[in-house]
């Protein structure tokens, strides 16, 4: 694991500590639950949402299949991190 800082509004915060103290659970735990449920919460509809774009390429039929253009205009349509 890497370590992180991230700051939080007061009323975050004691949101937290309180939901650790009542679970008994640890405020960093909760921390990376929620950015893993986040995270599959959105990825799947990014995914998808990328590979309609892309369903583009093959729209016009018999052209011959190239992984190095399917990549680059992959990247031109979602860049890295977006």
Do not use: C, K, N
Request: aromatic share 4%; net charge positive.
């Amino acid at each position: 694991m890497q370590r992180t800082q991230i700051y939080l509004s007061e009323a975050e915060l004691e949101g937290l500590r309180g939901l650790a103290q009542r679970s008994g659970r640890s405020q960093s735990s909760l921390i990376r639950e929620a950015i893993d449920s986040f995270l599959e919460q959105r990825q799947p509809q990014d995914r998808l949402a990328r590979l309609r774009q892309g369903r583009a390429l093959w729209a016009g039929g018999s052209a011959r299949f190239d992984g190095g253009s399917v990549r680059h205009e992959l990247d031109r349509i979602a860049p890295e991190g977006a």
